[in-house]
């Protein structure tokens, strides 16, 4: 069982930069890809980010690629996504995701944190 608590959301200018963090629970963290999604209101929830267990591979939607980055460090339980140059359409409830694979699709994950809100104002 992994537990995932998502922090670092908030209100930003566009072309300005968020750093959101996932920390997780659990000594299995270290065993899981981890994902990013995000869900605009009246949207489904779509894949951002991916990267394998070990950091060592990473995997991202089109909208965001040099944009935005994916990494982790196992020692501390924790994955980040950092955004730059933000958009307004990249406002949305983010989550992340723990599973066996760096998929691009829900399913592919067993484990979800509740989300943290990032807008972007135009």
């Known amino acids: 069982q992994v537990q995932l608590v998502e922090s670092g959301g908030g209100l930003v200018q566009a072309g300005g930069s968020l750093r959101l963090s996932c920390a997780a629970s659990g000594r299995t963290f270290s065993s899981y890809a981890m994902g990013w999604f995000r869900q605009a209101p009246g949207k489904e929830r779509e894949f951002v980010a991916a990267i394998t267990w070990n950091g060592g591979g990473t995997n991202y939607a089109d909208s965001v690629k040099g944009r935005f980055t994916i990494s982790r460090d196992n020692a501390k339980n924790t994955v980040y996504l950092q955004m730059n140059s933000l958009e307004a359409e990249d406002t949305a409830v983010y989550y992340c995701?723990?599973?066996?694979?760096?998929?691009?699709?829900?399913?592919?994950?067993?484990?979800w944190g509740q989300g943290t809100q990032v807008a972007v104002s135009s």
């Open positions: 995701a723990a599973g066996p694979s760096t998929g691009w699709r829900h399913y592919d994950y067993y484990y």
